[in-house]
Nanobody, 120 residues
């Protein structure tokens, strides 16, 4: 069974950098064809995909966040991370990490989420 667990600071001040980590068990983030994503849900809004990193280390970003976001991984620790720079109150959200087995699949494994609030 694949399990994902987010960790993060909970509270970040405006203009600072948010760093989140997703620790994975039950699967390898280098496993062929897998996609590992960060997805957030702002209060009162729907899910918003932020970025993914593929099994081969290639990445893709939400266009509106590309200038402020970096997704990375540490295969030795089997975790991947999100860095969001210059945060604003609009970045307040529940942040989830998620996995899909291939590009054609739905996200079938999710973490419980970590709440992030940006304080002004």
């Amino acid at each position: 069974q694949v399990q994902l667990q987010e960790s993060g600071p909970g509270l970040v001040n405006v203009s600072q950098t948010l760093s989140l980590t997703c620790t994975v068990s039950g699967d390898a983030i280098e496993k062929d064809y897998t996609y590992w994503s960060w997805i957030r849900k702002p209060p009162g809004k729907g899910l918003e995909w932020n970025a993914y990193i593929k099994y081969d280390g290639s990445t893709n970003y939400r266009p509106s966040l590309i200038c402020r976001t970096t997704i990375s991984r540490d295969t030795s620790k089997n975790h991947f991370a999100l860095e969001l720079r210059a945060v604003t109150p609009e970045d307040t959200a529940m942040y989830y990490c998620a996995r899909r087995a291939t590009r054609a699949d739905e996200y079938n494994s999710w973490g419980e989420g970590t709440q992030v609030a940006v304080s002004s």
